[in-house]
Every structure is written in C-alpha cells, then in structure tokens.
C-alpha cells in the first residue's frame, strides 16, 4: 500500500502528461510503419504539385500533444490522406480553402481550421516578404504544441516546414519528405517498459541507481 503513496506525484505527473499527449501511439509494427509512409508520399506529392501550381496550403501533422481544440475550429472530415483529397480541399476560392487541414497519423480529421498566430517577430526579420498570415500560423501551431507544419506560398510557391518555433524554408519535395520522415521516425525501444519509463522517468532513475 506504500508505493500508491510514494509514487502519488509522479503518478499525477504522468497523467498530466498523457493527458496533454492525448492517445498513445500504435506500437510501430511493420504495417504501420508502411502505413504512415505511404502517408508521407501522398503529402509530399500534393505539396509538390501545389507548389507548381502556386496554389497556398497549410497542412499541420499532430505529434503527440493533442489538437483537438484547433480541429473543433474547422470542418471534421475524417478520410484517409490522399494526394488528390488535399488537391482538392487547397484549390482556389474552394470553401475549405482557407484555414489549416490537421492529419493525425493516415487521417486528414479536419480542414479549414484555426491556427494561432506567431508573435515571435522571426518573420518580420526574414528579408523574404514573401511570407504572410500562412507562414504565421505555422510558426504559432509549432510554437503551441509538438506540431510540424507545411506550409505552400501562394505567391511563389516555396514550401517551408515548421516545429518547435522554427522555419525550414525552401525545401524541395525530396528535402521535405526526408525532414517528415526524421521527425515522424518511431525510436525503436527493445524493452517492453520503454512506454512507462517515458511517463515514469523518476520512478525507473531511482530504481536503476538502487540496483547498481
């Protein structure tokens, strides 16, 4: 009955935690692995092509922390990733054209939606002005949460990533799959308490100092 007692803050600390994160990831099996890969491919083929076209997107990809609140803001959808779909929902003066699309593993859950804007000022320092409110609000989404966000100028085309606050721009399709790739990439954890060190990193550092 001791440990319940002890253990009660990191508990409660880990909850939070799981909380923030929303669900936990699948196990990254070999046909999820291939799944989500197929995912990146669909993505960077519609970014290319709307590149080309000079057609502006804004597609942010959920990490761990939950975007839930963002996806209430837009119109739920729910259909698997395809390169046409997001054709389609980023083609001019379309209802769903404005706004974010947000994709949680192989799912486009919803588009048209709200994101916060960046005030850091890294933009108005840019001496590229070709960079407006798109550029912003994936600044402001990678700033709020564990997001990437690709963005498409509409008025050159460029395609720029964003996390944790920072702007990768003027990628090439290659250059941009290898940057999802790197930052989607499942760490690979032989021992089966991988998942409850992640959330209980006090309680395992103590019991490994105890056992050496």
Same mark, same amino acid.
């Given at each position: 009955?001791?440990?319940?007692?002890?253990?009660?803050?990191?508990?409660?600390?880990?909850? +939070?935690?799981?909380?923030?994160?929303?669900?936990?990831?699948?196990?990254?099996?070999?046909?999820?692995?291939? +799944? $989500? +890969?197929?995912?990146? =491919?669909?993505?960077?083929?519609?970014?290319?092509?709307?590149?080309?076209?000079?057609?502006?997107?804004?597609?942010?990809?959920?990490?761990? &922390?939950?975007?839930?609140?963002?996806?209430?803001?837009?119109?739920?959808?729910?259909?698997?990733?395809?390169?046409?779909?997001?054709?389609?929902?980023?083609?001019?003066?379309?209802?769903?054209?404005?706004?974010?699309?947000?994709?949680?593993?192989?799912?486009?859950?919803?588009?048209?939606?709200?994101?916060?804007?960046?005030?850091?000022?890294?933009?108005?320092?840019?001496?590229?002005?070709?960079?407006?409110? =798109?550029?912003?609000?994936?600044?402001?989404?990678?700033?709020?949460? &564990?997001?990437?966000?690709?963005?498409?100028?509409?008025?050159?085309?460029?395609?720029?990533?964003?996390?944790?606050?920072?702007?990768?721009?003027?990628? &090439?399709?290659?250059?941009?799959?290898?940057?999802?790739?790197? $930052? $989607?990439?499942?760490?690979?954890?032989?021992?089966?308490?991988?998942?409850?060190?992640?959330?209980?990193?006090?309680?395992?550092?103590?019991?490994?100092?105890? +056992?050496?």
């Amino acid at each position: 009955m001791a440990i319940p007692v002890i253990f009660a803050p990191e508990i409660r600390r880990a909850l +939070e935690r799981i909380g923030r994160a929303g669900a936990l990831w699948p196990a990254a099996t070999k046909s999820v692995t291939q +799944e $989500f +890969e197929q995912t990146v =491919r669909a993505i960077v083929s519609a970014v290319a092509r709307l590149s080309a076209r000079q057609h502006g997107a804004l597609i942010v990809m959920q990490k761990l &922390d939950s975007l839930d609140a963002y996806m209430e803001s837009g119109v739920q959808m729910n259909a698997r990733v395809t390169p046409e779909l997001l054709l389609q929902v980023f083609y001019p003066n379309t209802p769903l054209h404005d706004g974010a699309v947000i994709i949680v593993g192989t799912q486009l859950v919803a588009a048209a939606c709200v994101m916060p804007l960046s005030a850091s000022g890294i933009l108005n320092r840019s001496p590229d002005r070709q960079m407006g409110l =798109r550029h912003r609000a994936a600044l402001g989404i990678s700033e709020a949460s &564990d997001a990437v966000a690709i963005v498409v100028s509409e008025d050159s085309g460029a395609i720029s990533i964003a996390h944790s606050g920072r702007m990768i721009r003027r990628l &090439d399709p290659e250059r941009l799959e290898n940057v999802l790739v790197a $930052f $989607f990439r499942p760490t690979n954890e032989p021992r089966k308490s991988f998942i409850w060190e992640r959330f209980f990193p006090y309680w395992f550092t103590h019991k490994e100092t105890k +056992e050496e």
